[in-house]
């Protein structure tokens, strides 16, 4: 027998890497192993987020691909929406006796986008590297054997136990009163106990929280729990989640074991309430995704392969709407129909507390998957939710930059944004809080840092995350790093020039397995060298901006690319014709950002943002800058007696401004502007280091 370990990356596949220990007696994970039967000491758990780097460019499978090997070595395989089904090697005859023929033949999963497969009998899984060495039966050292999924950490485990040992059914409070409590602050004073009862839901009252069970596929092993935590917030509920193992391992389908194999609709939710009211009321067979809209993680796609029909009922807001077309091309869009957000159509749990008809909602839904558009008709609803949502539609706002949202509105998905400004300016510093503002928003992020390692950019990040230097509070490392760590925020480990082929195909298996909606290329520059395409250096750059644009709009996924700009003299402000390369980087782009660096005669250099081009509503225009050389972050400056004059736009015309004015962005339009001053400022006499 073999012990599954991870350590690390493996290189070619993309997947941690595993090492296989012989051992006697059962499949057992390395957080699970006897202390006796650990091999070496304990060590500090990481999580492995990092994508790996190609040193040599390995191209993706496809589904072609997997088909023709498939067929090439006699192994039959049936054709899914989003898996092929073959007969699986780790099936042994033990439980080939407990299930059916046609079951246990055709159990492994194998995924069409990333070739990852999956034994829904035996449990057992690994990348499609892995499953080539055991069908040609090559004895590679860290393939050679079964490769099963984690086992749950022995402290997890006994949390686990505990936590769901002393939570109770919630009609069983002696008190009911606080039962009465408890089901106003969730909403759920219209499902029933019957309800409550048929998906194992308890209370815990010391930390008055719902505890959800996650049980094993085919078994009633408790794997994990989710608890949710309700706090009143103005007129409405803030809602606040924790899970254990931590959200990254956390993949529990609530409701997964009430499925019977005959089903062949589901609906799919973002919170398990949801679930409970639309199971209910409807009587259908309802799941509740893990990490509700942020992400849906290829490794759930196989246990969703039965189903001829998906409806997506994620929420009541854009953002739930974006996210459940996103979710649709996964599991192909053929199957899926959505259920627009709307007055009429809320969130299941709010649409039952109201007395709505939740199976006309459901029939009303919409086909995720069409030809083509063929008339307004077909458009008239997409243009009535936008203009009904005019906040959500400007995409998520900034928390640490609100004179950004003044003239941005937010951070969109599909759109290029180009960032620029003078060499020593800060502009690695400012887009690392920039785009970790937004991750800790839920905004998954994914970082190709060409210029500096990850390692020195996480720890910018992470003093920008603690809003402060760590050096002198070494004690407190841990509880912020735990914190960091929570954060959907993944890295590439390029460095140096890479082939514009590999860091796209990168970027799109991000994309694919982790929901990336926000990628941050830091910088053009670094990653020009490689393209064969010309001997042209401009037209090698047009090339790749190009390349980004399709990107973004063809996977929904914003795009930050830093680009250094032109030589230009120290006194000169720098403008969008700035930008090294031809005109098309500024053309191409949706949103053009300029970090200015004004040296001034009577004292240090002054920096400020300007929104250059903004696509969505022209809104242009500046705002002051001030660097905190402790916390490694740009802030609004206080007040004081020096202010700015005057700024010049793109045509080269000055734009005077009054002495005095609000405090805020200088928001200006291509044809008029608001005529309000910039934010006075101290001059800084420190420089972040690029």
Not at 50 to 65: D, G, K, M, R, Y
Not at 83 to 112: E, H
Not at 309 to 325: F, H, M, P, T, Y
Not at 365 to 379: E, G, K, N, T
């Amino acid at each position: 027998m073999w012990v599954l370990l991870r350590s690390g990356y493996h290189l070619r596949s993309g997947y941690p890497l595993r090492i296989l220990l012989p051992l006697r007696g059962e499949w057992i994970g390395r957080r699970g192993l006897p202390r006796s039967l650990a091999p070496g000491p304990p060590r500090r758990r990481y999580r492995k987020e990092a994508l790996p780097a190609l040193e040599v460019p390995v191209l993706p499978v496809t589904a072609s691909e997997i088909r023709q090997y498939l067929r090439a070595h006699g192994i039959p395989f049936q054709d899914g929406h989003s898996c092929l089904r073959a007969p699986s090697p780790f099936v042994g005859t033990s439980q080939l006796k407990d299930q059916t023929s046609a079951t246990a033949s055709f159990s492994l999963f194998i995924n069409k986008t990333t070739g990852r497969f999956l034994c829904m009998t035996s449990l057992a899984e690994g990348s499609w590297e892995d499953f080539q060495a055991s069908v040609e039966g090559r004895g590679d050292g860290d393939r050679e054997g079964v490769l099963l999924s984690d086992a749950p950490e022995a402290e997890d485990s006994e949390e686990v136990r505990r936590i769901w040992d002393r939570a109770v059914p919630l009609w069983e409070l002696p008190e009911p009163e606080e039962s009465q409590l408890a089901r106003v602050m969730f909403g759920l004073t219209k499902v029933t106990d019957d309800t409550l009862r048929h998906f194992s839901v308890r209370y815990l009252r010391p930390a008055r929280s719902l505890v959800f069970p996650w049980f094993s596929p085919g078994s009633l092993r408790l794997r994990g729990l989710k608890l949710l935590g309700a706090q009143g917030q103005g007129d409405g509920v803030h809602y606040m989640e924790t899970t254990i193992p931590r959200p990254g391992a956390y993949h529990n389908l609530f409701g997964l074991p009430l499925i019977s194999r005959r089903d062949v609709e589901v609906v799919l939710t973002s919170r398990e309430l949801d679930s409970l009211a639309l199971n209910q009321s409807t009587g259908l067979p309802t799941l509740a995704l893990p990490r509700g809209t942020a992400c849906l993680p290829p490794a759930l796609l196989p246990y969703l392969e039965q189903f001829r029909r998906i409806v997506l009922w994620l929420g009541d807001d854009l953002r739930s709407w974006e996210a459940a077309k996103l979710f649709a091309r996964k599991l192909n869009p053929k199957r899926c129909s959505l259920v627009r957000p709307g007055d009429q159509q809320p969130r299941p749990l709010e649409a039952l507390n109201r007395g709505l008809n939740l199976s006309r909602i459901l029939r009303s839904a919409l086909p995720a998957w069409h030809r083509s558009i063929v008339s307004f008709r077909q458009l008239r609803e997409e243009v009535l939710g936008e203009l009904s949502n005019v906040e959500q539609v400007a995409g998520v706002s900034w928390g640490r930059f609100p004179d950004l949202n003044r003239l941005l509105k937010g951070h969109r998905k599909g759109e290029l944004t180009v960032f620029t400004g003078p060499t020593g300016s800060g502009k690695t510093t400012f887009i690392s809080e920039y785009a970790l503002d937004l991750c800790t928003q839920g905004v998954n992020t994914l970082w190709g840092s060409f210029e500096i390692s990850n390692v020195r950019l996480a720890r910018i990040m992470l003093t920008q995350f603690a809003l402060g230097r760590l050096e002198d509070q070494l004690d407190k490392y841990d509880e912020w790093a735990d914190r960091f760590e929570d954060l959907p925020l993944y890295f590439m480990t390029f460095h140096g020039q890479q082939s514009i082929r590999t860091v796209i195909d990168t970027m799109q298996h991000a994309v694919y397995v982790y929901d990336i909606c926000h990628v941050v290329i830091d910088n053009l520059q670094f990653m020009m060298g490689h393209e064969q395409l010309s001997t042209d250096r401009i037209a090698a750059q047009d090339y790749i901006v190009g390349a980004f644009r399709k990107f973004a709009t063809d996977s929904s996924c914003h795009v930050t690319l830093v680009i250094h700009p032109r030589k230009e003299d120290d006194d000169k402000e720098l403008q969008t014709a700035s930008i090294f390369g031809s005109a098309k980087a500024s053309q191409e782009a949706d949103n053009v950002l300029i970090l200015q660096d004004r040296k001034l005669v009577t004292g240090p250099g002054k920096r400020y943002l300007q929104v250059s081009k903004n696509r969505f509503d022209g809104d242009v225009g500046v705002f002051p800058l001030e660097f905190n050389k402790n916390s490694l972050t740009f802030s609004i400056p206080p007040k004081s007696k020096a202010r700015l004059k005057k700024i010049k736009d793109d045509n080269g015309l000055v734009v005077k401004k009054p002495s005095s004015g609000k405090k805020g962005a200088v928001s200006q339009n291509s044809e008029t502007h608001s005529g309000k001053a910039p934010n006075p400022y101290q001059p800084d006499p420190s420089k972040p280091s690029r």
